[in-house]
């Protein structure tokens, strides 16, 4: 895997000319924010990017770059994408586009727009708010029948290559965006691709220098995949919670290689049990921030989990959530 400071392309890749990023170390800090400043949560609508390409227009970007980021190994083909758009699709993290597969369907009708979370800041991977990247997996089952299907869209993202023209519609989704707070808490649990908005939120706050937004609080990300090989963007994350110990942690949640102390599989729900008393806490104080993002499966465990936290305390979790999700304090994009 070529994710050497948190960037996907290592030497695989022909970026030349584009000398928008400047380093003085591994972990890659951008200079400058180019794009203009725009806070997320408490946002008015109309100061955030919405929808200004339509599925039925879309903007046809340029694809830069196309990685698979999983070991061989690892169930399935994840992939790392980083689109051209030159600046005519701004952006802001935790938003999603809308990828529009070539083709039509089997009723002879235009493949329907799908939607990707976005994986980079609005900078985008190149620090010049030209390009936005995608953590895509091919999907591949076997029918009733036993017959391999694969699904239209993510296979057609799989096999773009540097060069390929994609359709691209958007900017999408609210729900997402970061707390405006820089000394918030923000839990981030994902499983899978669901660590694509997440990427987003910390590179924003420990791979850039932005003017605007000095992340001083904590950020604390557990993320669930199958095996080790499955990890994503393993090798970025654990050097920004080893240089900002008291601003990030990560916590990897591995279901097919480690077990709780029950002996069940570790699940995300699993591991944050674990800090029990701490998670319990941070979810008390009113600058804390949780978003789920990927398998809609791991919804109602994460529930279990919280209210029995809660209700060891006397205290109702349904009830509690309901105020965090009044507050924007509970995010959840699950699929
Ligand atoms: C807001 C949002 C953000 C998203 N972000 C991402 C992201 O960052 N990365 C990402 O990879 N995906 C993401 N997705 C999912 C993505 O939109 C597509 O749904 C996904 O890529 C599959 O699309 P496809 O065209 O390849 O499959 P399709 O051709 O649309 O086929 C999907 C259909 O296949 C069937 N199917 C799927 N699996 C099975 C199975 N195991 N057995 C039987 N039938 C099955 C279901 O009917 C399913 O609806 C996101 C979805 C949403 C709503
Ligand atoms: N914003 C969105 O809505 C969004 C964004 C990105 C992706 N997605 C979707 O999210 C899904 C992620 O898929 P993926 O293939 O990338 O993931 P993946 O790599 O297969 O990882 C999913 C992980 O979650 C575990 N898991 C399964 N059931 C769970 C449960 N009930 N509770 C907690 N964890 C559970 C899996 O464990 P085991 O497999 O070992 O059981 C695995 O470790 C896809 O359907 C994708 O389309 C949605």
């Known amino acids: 895997m070529a994710f050497v400071g948190g960037f996907a392309l290592g030497s695989k890749t022909s970026f030349t000319g584009q000398n928008v990023r400047t380093r003085s170390s591994n972990v890659g800090v951008l200079k400058s924010r180019v794009a203009p400043v725009m806070m997320a949560h408490g946002l008015d609508k109309s100061q955030i990017p919405l929808n200004l390409f339509r599925p039925n227009a879309p903007y ?58 976005i994986a980079s800041t609005a900078l985008g991977d190149f620090g010049d708010s030209k390009t936005v990247s995608l953590c895509v997996k091919r999907l591949v089952y076997n029918d009733e029948d036993g017959n391999e299907v694969k699904g239209v869209c993510s296979n057609h993202i799989c096999d773009l290559a540097p060069g390929d023209k994609v359709k691209i519609s958007g900017p999408v989704g609210t729900a997402m965006l970061m707390p405006a707070d820089p000394d918030a808490t923000i839990i981030m649990l994902g499983t899978g691709t669901g660590i694509a908005p997440f990427r987003g939120f910390i590179r924003r706050a420990f791979a850039e220098d932005n003017p605007d937004y000095k992340f001083n609080g904590l950020m604390w990300l557990f993320l669930g995949v199958p095996t080790s090989s499955s990890l994503l963007y393993q090798e970025e994350f654990e050097e920004f919670a080893h240089k900002r110990p008291d601003n990030f942690k990560v916590d990897w949640c591995i279901s097919r290689e480690q077990t709780d102390k029950d002996g069940n599989k570790m699940y995300i729900q699993n591991r944050m049990s674990e800090y029990a008393e701490q998670i319990y806490e941070l979810f008390k104080k009113p600058n804390t921030y949780v978003y789920m993002c990927g398998l809609k499966g791991m919804e109602p465990g994460i529930d279990d989990c919280m209210a029995s936290l809660f209700e ?18 509970w995010e959840v994009e699950t699929y």
Request: charge should be positive.
């Open 312 to 329: 060891a305390d006397g205290l109702d979790w349904k009830e509690y959530r309901r105020q965090m999700k009044k507050e924007k304090r």
């Open 60 to 117: 046809e970007a340029t694809v830069l770059y196309n990685n698979k980021i999983v070991g061989e190994d690892a169930p399935g083909d994840t992939r790392h994408l980083v689109f051209q758009h030159d600046g005519n699709v701004p952006y802001l993290e935790g938003q999603s586009i809308g990828v529009i597969p070539p083709g039509v369907d089997a009723k002879g009708k235009p493949q329907r727009v799908r939607l990707y979370s």
